[in-house]
């Protein structure tokens, strides 16, 4: 097999493999990684069909990852990082109805999407780590929910530490127990005196005192880590077939995919997917009101406006980080065309793209009927959609164009009990269908969190003292 290699898109770092990408994040350039080269399955899509989701894991991310890892430990690290969801399709596909299908990305140990990848980046760390040697402290800043899908990604694994920064009294009860309840002695959750951006910008003065960043081998868990992108690649053809399969189908059946978009990072997941032969049409992208990309789409104009608070937090994004991967293709893989754009954006921002891309359908759903699709999934189908899935479903049942959807359910209801009893009425019956037996056990555990100010010293303080030795 031959070793694939890591460029950036815009084109000034060395061609990296796949460790090295990885633990890399974002490219030294300032650009995002990508693979010199897409792989196709397009001719064994029928084989790949049969297999359970940690096996076609390995498939699809056997070509990616090359010669740096051998086969055997690739697929033990998948096998890992998938026996901790609660279900043994580890991904099941659900009917909703009226040619609807939901994804079910939910069933790992944070209850949603972001834990396929971070499962595993977390034992991908933890293995290059054990290869290369020496350690990896990550520090993130976090208004919620990409924190605690990091954290249950390397509790507990060698070599690595972990600090999440949090606003403190700013986050979910809910939120704060997935975090601050995790007892492995490698999690540090440090909530601050003040807001996200307050957590944000000490964030980045940390990261720019660059001995103390040296000192500490201080890494962060980005949403840009291809690690993360190429294993969500997985199941855009794992949904497929599933749905397929239950209807007696040829796998090479396509299928539109809906996808509730923040970062773009999932959605590019399927549109890497659909380059390395998945068997899918459109990729619909729903966003809620903080619609930069939707309005990208429509109109080829990618203009940053102001972040407004929504249901769906997650989504809650004006820059999508992972955007430039996508640009890159659109200008035909010219490096030097990308950097100039982005810089472009970067001060003007404004950038502007001729032509539409027939790949993509955009659509977005406001607040009111987010909760009017969670309220009729419920009352007619008896499915209870969280509300960030819920864009998805708004915006599929729009664009179908009488084809079937599969939509991507990216949390599990239980996360988010306020926006269902918003939708629902709060009654003994909603209250105990958005519960999960995860959530619940938390309630009586303790808090193990450090309150601290947002300043510099005081952060590198606490870091230097928890890492003592190290
Ligand atoms: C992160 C997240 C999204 C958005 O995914 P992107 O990759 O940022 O586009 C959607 N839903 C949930 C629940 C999420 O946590």
Known sequence: MSSCKYISTRGGVAAVDFPASVMMGLAEDGGLLLPESI?????????????????????????????????????????????????????????????????ELFHGPTLAFKDIALQFLGNLFEYILQQKGGHLNILGATSGDTGSAAIHGVRGKKGINIFILYPDGRVSPLQERQMATVPDANVHCLAIRGTFDDGQSVLKEVFNDLPFKRQFSLGAVNSVNWARIVAQVVYYFWAPFQVSKKAGRPADTYYDVAVPTGNFGDI????????????????ILATNENDILTRFFNTGEYRRGSVNPTISPSMDIQVASNFERYLYFRVGQDPARTKALMQEFASTKCLVLDGHDPVFAAGKANTAETLATIKRYWQDAHYLLDPHSAVGVTVASRLHQGRE????????????????????????EVRQAAKHPALEKLLGLELRKTIVDPKRELIEDLIRQRLGGK
């Open 268 to 283: 590019f997941a399927g549109y890497i997917a659909k380059k390395a032969g998945a068997p899918i049409d459109r990729l």
């Open 39 to 103: 792989p196709s399955f397009a001719g064994e899509l029928e084989a790949l069909s049969g297999l359970t989701y940690p096996e076609l894991a390995f498939r699809i991310l056997t070509p990616f990852v090359g010669e740096a890892l051998p086969a055997a430990d690739l697929r033990d690290l998948l096998a890992r990082s998938y026996a901790t969801f609660d279900t043994a399709e580890t991904v099941p596909v659900v009917p909703l109805g009226g040619g609807l299908h939901l994804a």
């Open 405 to 428: 959807v599969i939509c991507l359910g990216t949390a599990h209801p239980a996360k988010f009990p306020q926006a269902i009893c918003t939708a629902l009425g709060d009654s003994a």
